[in-house]
């Protein structure tokens, strides 16, 4: 049965009753006895909030075929002694014209380590990328997506130093903790010890630091943090912000004795900042980066509660009320593992597993970003076997495997470490031609999807393994976190024959095609279509006029046969190629296809 027509998500602000009854709702979970007192000063801190810049009307779309997404350090393009913020803006505006929609401008604060993701001062840019007037001019010209980075904090920042000398606010603002508690259930996301010795005034202490000794966690159960966190939140809104990616927040809340992961506390600081993004600037998106198994990815759009049981779906009436988009985190690794191997069962077999998404949630697309390539969302999708070939094939490639530890010690893989372009070399054989033709495939397969798109700058400009900065700084990570000089990047970008130019004018072209078809909007219906494992065959569609789309994609090295029963209804019209579609009987190795069904073609404009 054809999937029924849609109807796109709207913006829809809280007014100030709701927000109030939810707000302490929320708080009451959080805090008990305290909530009123909480509620109280919240209510305060709102009311004198700067407004903020961007505006969306009630009842506007939060979203569209146009939303499409860059992803880019505030330093990824350098120029001289410009700043680089500036650099990055006018390379959108000459090089990229209105491919992009939206840019998520990664961690832009001073930092001390983590390239940016070890937070000093959260209400300054650092004066080596810009100052706010450049993170505004981006703003003023794009949907801009920021980082809020709650879960931990640099040891240079003012709040540590607080602790350190028992100084008010920073004093209570962190998680110490007898190294003799039995914290074996604490999942954990990196192999380094969980907890920090720390001198201090008072003595040494140990303190709770997830993902490194210089990123020390905060502690939520202050209500004083989550408070100073809703005050940065605000100021960014002022700054022009209108995505907010809330980094890490799975580790959000800790209690000895659980797995300190998803636990339902961080669900409600969620719903909370939902509240608040919906009631002071409607059509700002919440956006959570939560790099675990598929299942507990999608907890966070409050479609299903974590609960003693696992996960439950809402009761019928109930409207999600977390996030509005959660990352396809299984996206990438089973598009590697599909390109990788020429077969589409399991990656089909995953898209189909996706449940229909109510208005207002949705997802963001992506195959590579500044982290790596995560492994346990594959959980329950690959056998072990088949991860730890992929991991072979992608050191083969170049590329590392940075581990985690697990509660009983031993330490297992967490992420790949490469380039998107460099990770598509070849198959399970190896290395050979297709590296291009197999690239530009998975961005194929990637911008067809049901959501939002997000292309990191580096899948744009086809970056190779930056082995050398993996040298420098002893960082893995930083093998797909280059800086190109921009007199660099531009002479390849301008010479003929290039794998620079090749990749950055395919995509431009198709990011081009792809905002101008309403099939492609975030919200439109996606099933997928019965097809050989050779051939991952979507549809897209149907929208409320009849028109649909079908999205081809040939997975193998090899040609294979279009004996597609979809296909035999004749009369498409294709996108890529923007003329009526001429039938073929088979589809070269990684070539894909866009075909619109009447009416067609989309009208320029649209």
């Not at 937070?119 to 980082?147: C, F, K, M, N």
């Not at 996301?189 to 008072?202: E, F, K």
């Not at 190109?484 to 010479?495: I, V």
């Not at 294709?574 to 003329?579: G, I, K, N, Q």
Request: proline content about 8%; charged content about 25%.
């Amino acid at each position: 049965m054809e999937s029924p027509a849609f109807t796109p998500s709207l913006t829809t602000p809280l007014d100030l009753e709701a927000f109030r009854e939810r707000a302490h709702r929320h708080l009451a979970v959080l805090y008990g006895p305290r909530a009123d007192e909480v509620h109280r000063r919240l209510l305060t801190l709102l009311a004198h909030r700067p407004p903020a810049m961007h505006r969306r009307e009630a009842g506007s779309p939060l979203w569209s075929e146009r939303d499409q997404w860059l992803i880019a350090y505030g330093d990824s393009l350098l120029d001289d002694d410009r700043p680089p913020l500036a650099v990055l803006d006018e390379f959108l505006e000459t090089r990229l014209d209105n491919a992009f929609s939206g840019v998520h401008v990664l961690p832009f604060f001073p930092w001390s380590s983590d390239d940016g993701f070890s937070v000093i001062h959260y209400r300054e840019v650092a004066p080596q990328l810009g100052d706010w007037s450049h993170i505004r001019q981006l703003a003023a010209t794009h949907d801009l997506a920021v980082d809020l980075v709650l879960n931990h904090v640099s040891r240079e920042s003012l709040w540590f130093v607080d602790y350190l000398t028992g100084s008010q606010p920073g004093r209570d603002y962190f998680i110490e903790m007898d190294p003799d508690n039995d914290l074996s259930a604490v999942v954990r996301p990196r192999s380094t010890p969980l907890l920090v010795p720390v001198a201090t005034r008072r003595g040494t202490r140990h303190l709770w630091a997830t993902f490194s000794e210089d990123q020390i966690d905060l502690n939520f159960a202050n209500p004083d943090v989550l408070l100073e966190f809703i005050g940065i939140l605000l100021f960014y809104l002022a700054q022009g912000a209108r995505i907010v990616r809330l980094d890490a927040i799975a580790y959000l809340w800790k209690e000895v004795g659980s797995p300190c992961i998803h636990l339902p506390q961080t669900h409600e600081v969620v719903r909370l900042l939902r509240a608040v993004v919906d009631h002071v600037a409607p059509g700002t998106l919440l956006l959570t980066e939560t790099n675990v198994p598929h299942r507990e990815n999608l907890s966070y759009l409050g479609l299903e509660r974590l609960s003693a049981g696992g996960l439950e779906r809402l009761a019928e009436g109930d409207e999600p009320d977390e996030s509005h988009l959660v990352y396809q985190f299984t996206l990438p690794p089973l598009l590697l593992h599909t390109l990788t191997g020429g077969d589409a069962t399991t990656l089909a077999n995953w898209l189909e597993s996706l449940p229909e998404l109510p208005p207002g949630c949705g997802y963001l697309n992506f195959t590579a970003s500044h982290d790596g390539i995560g492994v346990r969302p594959l959980e329950g999708w690959l056998p072990p076997h088949e991860i730890e070939a992929l991991l072979e094939l992608m050191h083969r490639f170049g590329g590392f495997v940075s581990m985690r530890r697990q509660p009983d010690g031993r330490d297992s893989p967490y992420e790949i470490n490469i380039t998107w372009f460099d990770a598509m070399k070849g198959t399970r054989r190896g290395a050979d031609p297709w590296q291009m033709e197999r690239f530009l495939c998975s961005q194929h397969l990637m911008l067809a999807l049901r959501g939002i798109p997000a292309l990191y700058l580096h899948c744009l400009t086809g970056t190779l393994n930056d082995l050398e900065g993996v040298e420098r700084s002893g960082r893995l990570r930083s093998i797909n976190r280059r800086r190109w000089r921009l007199d660099e990047l531009e002479e390849l970008l301008d010479s003929r024959n290039t794998p620079t130019r090749g990749v950055f004018l395919a995509l431009k072209r198709r990011l081009a095609v792809r905002r101008r078809e309403p099939c492609f909007h975030p919200d439109a219906p996606q099933r997928v279509l019965p097809a050989p494992p050779q051939l991952l065959v979507l549809q897209r569609g149907p929208l409320a006029d009849g028109r649909r789309l079908l999205a081809i994609h040939n997975v193998t090295d090899k040609r294979q046969p279009l004996a597609l029963a979809a296909l035999a209804e004749g009369d498409w019209y294709d996108l890529l190629e923007e003329a009526p579609w001429a039938p073929m009987e088979s589809l070269a190795p990684y070539r894909s296809l866009w075909l619109a069904k009447k009416p067609y073609p989309a009208s320029p404009g649209a």
